[in-house]
C-alpha cells in the first residue's frame, strides 16, 4: 500500500500553487510602482490584468459548482484583489483614451459576459452538466489569459526592447503553468491541467524572446551614449575654434625681423594639433 496517494499530490500541487500563483500576481507590483511614480502609464497596457480579473472571477464560479477545490477557491480570491487594485491604479493614471478601452472591457467581461454566462448555466443547466459547461469556458479563458501577453511581446519584438514585458512575470507564468498542470492531473480535472500545457508554452517564448531581445536593447542604448558625448565635444571643439578664431583676427604678431604684421591665420598649424587632439580623446570616449 503507497503512503503517498494522489489526493496527497493534489494537495501539495495545490499549495505550491498557490504560493507560485501569488507570486506571479507580485510580478506585476515594481510596474505599478513605477507607475505611480511617473505618474504615468507610459505604453503599459490593461489588457492582461483586465482579462485576468474575468478569469479569476470565473474559475470562482467553476470552483462553487464543482465543490472540494479549496486551492482554486483561495488563490482566485487573491487574484481578484490584486487584479482591482492593479486596475485601479492604471485607471488612476491612464490617458483618457485608455481610462474609455479599459471601462469597455471590464463591462464587457466582467458584467456582460461573466453575468450571461452565470445567468444561462444556473438556469439553463443543472448538476454536472453545468460543471462541464463552465470547465469549458474556464479552459477557453484560461488560454485567452497566457496569450493576452502576446500583445506585448508583439510589441517587443516591433521594438526590439524587453523594457514593458518583465523577466519575472515570464519566470513565474512558467513554473505557474507547471505546478497547476500536476495538480489538474493529480484530481483528474482536465479543465485545469489542459490550459496549462499552452501557458507552459507561452511562458517558454515570453522567456525565450526576453534573452533574445535583452541584449539588441543594451546595443541600442550603448552607441546613443557615445554619440551623445562625441556631439558634447565637438560643440567645445567648434567653441574653441570660434575662440581662437576671433583672438587671432585682433591680434597681430609683430615679426621682430622684419617689422611685418603677421594675422592669425598664420598659426593654422596649431589650430589643427589641438583639433587632432580633441578627435583622439573623442574616439576613446
Given amino acids: 500500500m503507497s503512503l503517498v496517494t494522489a489526493a ?22 515594481p ?24 478569469s479569476a472571477m470565473l474559475y470562482l464560479y467553476y470552483a462553487f459548482l464543482k465543490k472540494n477545490v479549496v486551492m482554486l477557491i483561495t488563490i482566485n480570491s487573491v487574484g481578484c484583489v490584486f487584479e482591482v487594485v492593479f486596475l485601479t491604479i492604471f485607471m488612476v493614471y491612464a490617458t483618457k483614451k485608455s481610462k474609455i478601452f479599459t471601462t469597455k472591457l471590464l463591462i464587457l467581461f466582467n458584467i456582460g459576459a461573466l453575468g450571461l454566462i452565470i445567468g444561462c448555466t444556473y438556469f439553463l443547466s443543472e448538476g454536472n452538466k453545468r460543471v462541464k459547461i463552465v470547465g469549458s469556458i474556464c479552459s ?6 497566457f496569450a493576452a501577453p502576446l500583445s506585448i511581446m508583439r510589441q517587443v519584438i516591433k521594438t526590439k526592447s524587453v523594457e514593458f514585458m518583465p523577466l519575472p ?29 499552452v501557458g507552459f508554452l507561452f511562458g517558454i517564448a515570453q522567456t525565450v524572446l526576453y534573452a533574445m531581445y535583452k541584449n539588441r536593447s543594451q546595443k541600442i542604448i550603448l552607441p546613443e551614449t557615445k554619440l551623445h558625448d562625441l556631439s558634447t565635444i565637438k560643440n567645445v571643439k567648434s567653441h574653441d575654434q570660434m575662440q581662437n578664431s576671433s583672438t587671432m583676427e585682433i591680434s597681430e604678431v609683430i615679426d621682430q ?14 589650430e589643427e594639433s589641438i583639433t587632432e587632439y580633441v578627435e583622439a580623446n573623442g574616439s576613446i570616449v
Avoid at 510596474?31 to 474575468?54: G, H, M, N, W
Avoid at 625681423?257 to 596649431?270: P, Y
Fill in 169 to 197: 512575470l515570464s519566470l513565474f507564468l512558467t513554473i505557474c503553468a507547471i505546478v497547476w498542470f500536476f495538480y489538474g492531473l493529480f484530481i483528474k480535472d482536465l479543465y485545469i491541467a489542459a490550459p496549462n500545457v
Fill in 31 to 54: 510596474t505599478f510602482y513605477r507607475i505611480c511614480k511617473r505618474k504615468s502609464t507610459e505604453d503599459f497596457q490593461s489588457i492582461p490584468y483586465s482579462v485576468a480579473l474575468f
Fill in 140 to 145: 477557453a479563458f484560461s488560454l485567452s489569459v
Fill in 257 to 270: 625681423n622684419d617689422g611685418q604684421a603677421r594675422t592669425g591665420t598664420d598659426l593654422d598649424q596649431n
Fill in 8 to 29: 496527497h499530490m493534489a494537495c501539495l500541487f495545490g499549495i505550491l500553487g498557490n504560493i507560485v500563483s501569488f507570486l506571479v500576481y507580485l510580478a506585476p507590483v
